[in-house]
T-cell receptor
Framework: AQKITQTQPGMFVQEKEAVTLDCTYD???????LFWYKQPSSGEMIFLIY??????QNATEGRYSLNFQKARKSANLVISASQLGDSAMYFC??????????????FGKGTHLIIQP | NAGVTQTPKFRVLKTGQSMTLLCAQD?????MYWYRQDPGMGLRLIHY???????AKGEVPDGYNVSRLKKQNFLLGLESAAPSQTSVYFC??????????????FGPGTRLTVL
């Protein structure tokens, strides 16, 4: 079974609209972290936002927020007021175990977001 | 402050050739990682290191070897390249402390083609 599932291979959104990118995860570990990365066409991986499994509040970073629903095992990324520069691949990723653990990240297959003017 | 750098940026190999990819970080991070990204896929972990002189296998380690002789460098080796190793390779590092903000920072990637 996939540990990270992103069900939207591609999305087209009008500029200035809000965008929600879906991510569901599967783990039996009570301690884990969820990450979102942006990969523009230039190829680099840019960290956007982090949510810990014990965090009580949803994470926010500027125009990015994470809609964390622990019981549903979902961690959707919300981008408010989308911009043309938001066009990119977006990856959801998970690290299982406590924050100090060395485990690498498990990535979903990504969502290709295209912002239209 | 260069962050995470990777050398080379591009490489074309013939089947059976060997090569080494170099990752360097100047952030004094303890943990370092090598991932590969294939078309239409997310990144998959190849090997990682929790400190100088240590290495461990990730999800897809076969056909690769790694070494971490210096804290700031993490080398990925292909002893006998195969077409299935055509991919984009990313190195990442993180500080290695038990804080929720200890995220991984990625290098720019190396695009490797094996003919």
């Amino acid at each position: 079974a996939q540990k990270i599932t992103q069900t939207q291979p591609g999305m087209f959104v009008q500029e200035k609209e809000a965008v929600t990118l879906d991510c569901t995860y599967d783990t039996s570990d009570p301690s884990y972290g969820l990450f979102w990365y942006k990969q523009p066409s230039s190829g680099e991986m840019i960290f956007l936002i982090y949510q810990g499994s014990y965090d009580q509040q949803n994470a926010t970073e500027g125009r990015y927020s994470l809609n964390f629903q622990k019981a549903r095992k979902s961690a959707n990324l919300v981008i408010s007021a989308s911009q043309l520069g938001d066009s990119a691949m977006y990856f959801c990723a998970m690290r299982e175990g406590p924050g100090g653990g060395a485990d690498g990240l498990t990535f979903g297959k990504g969502t290709h977001l295209i912002i239209q003017p | 402050n260069a962050g995470v750098t990777q050398t080379p940026k591009f490489r074309v190999l013939k089947t059976g050739q060997s090569m080494t990819l170099l990752c360097a970080q100047d952030m004094n991070h303890e943990y370092m990682y090598w991932y590969r990204q294939d078309p239409g896929m997310g990144l998959r972990l190849i090997h990682y290191s929790v400190g100088e002189g240590t290495t461990a296998k990730g999800e897809v380690p076969d056909g690769y070897n790694v070494s971490r002789l210096k804290k700031q460098n993490f080398l990925l080796g292909l002893e006998s390249a195969a077409p299935s190793q055509t991919s984009v390779y990313f190195c990442a590092s993180r500080l290695g402390v038990a804080t929720s903000t200890d995220t991984q920072y990625f290098g720019p990637g190396t695009r490797l083609t094996v003919l």
